[in-house]
């Protein structure tokens, strides 16, 4: 066995339990961020002047933007809630560190 090669869980580490799996989970970081950049640019969108969207061709980017990301969130955090993490097998890391 190699010194560079990936080790198991310790034999005396407590099993990963769900909530840290979540917290670990980058789709919710994913949602998050988009929450809170979507709410930022949406009032953006909502707050803009008419001098403003005459320079963007009368499009307000900014509250389509803001409702895309909006949107993007709830998909990632429908899809985290959904499709929860798998939680690690301490017994089969132990069991692949053992063998290899």
């Known amino acids: ?6 080790t198991g869980y310790p034999a005396d580490a407590p099993p990963m339990t769900m909530r840290q799996a979540r ?3 980058l789709r919710t ?8 950049f979507g709410v ?6 909502f707050t803009v002047d008419s001098q403003e969207l005459a320079k ?3 499009v307000n980017i900014n509250l389509y933007a803001g409702l895309a990301m909006l949107g993007l ?13 798998s939680l690690p097998d301490p017994a089969a ?5 053992e063998v290899g």
């Open 93 to 97: 890391d132990a069991a692949v560190s």
């Open 73 to 85: 969130s709830v998909v990632m955090g429908v899809w985290a809630v959904v499709v929860p993490p």
């Open 56 to 58: 963007a061709a009368g």
């Open 1 to 6: 066995m190699s010194d560079d090669a990936p």
């Open 29 to 36: 970081y994913i949602c998050a961020l988009f929450a809170i």
């Open 40 to 45: 930022t640019v949406t009032i953006e969108g």
């Open 23 to 25: 917290m670990l989970d």
